[in-house]
Nanobody
């Protein structure tokens, strides 16, 4: 499974950006997808994930109400719509995948097997 994250960009605080995570070599129908981020000098944190069916999602407190995760299995792509961005959202964002038939998506980094290369999001004040 190869994952590619798209949507690198710089925005001002309050702005929006959408990240995409595309898969190659496999269909994502049976994979839960997670978005993680790593800010400078900080550990990587999980911010959102979605079950393979798309029926269940999870958001970290830090992004809940501002970010929306969704998926289009026909396009083997998962999206992260980021609104009301804050300077503290500045980080390298990663998408990750794990084969999962569970109703609820895994939320821990250690549960994911495949990782994209990361894309930088910079939010200026």
């Amino acid at each position: 499974v190869q994952l590619q994250a798209y949507g690198r960009g710089s925005v001002q605080a309050g702005g929006s950006l959408i990240l995409s995570c595309a898969a190659s070599g496999v269909t994502l129908d049976y994979y839960a997808i997670g978005w993680f981020r790593q800010a400078p000098g900080k550990e990587r944190e999980g911010i959102s994930c979605i079950s393979s069916s798309g029926g269940n999602t999870y958001y970290a407190v830090s992004v809940k109400g501002r970010f929306t995760i969704s998926r289009d299995n026909a396009k083997d792509t998962v999206y992260l719509q980021m609104n009301s961005l804050k300077p503290e959202d500045t980080a390298v964002y990663y998408c990750a995948a794990v084969l999962s038939y569970l109703v609820l998506p895994p939320t821990r980094e250690s549960e994911y097997d495949y990782w994209g290369q990361g894309t930088l999001v910079t939010v200026s004040s």
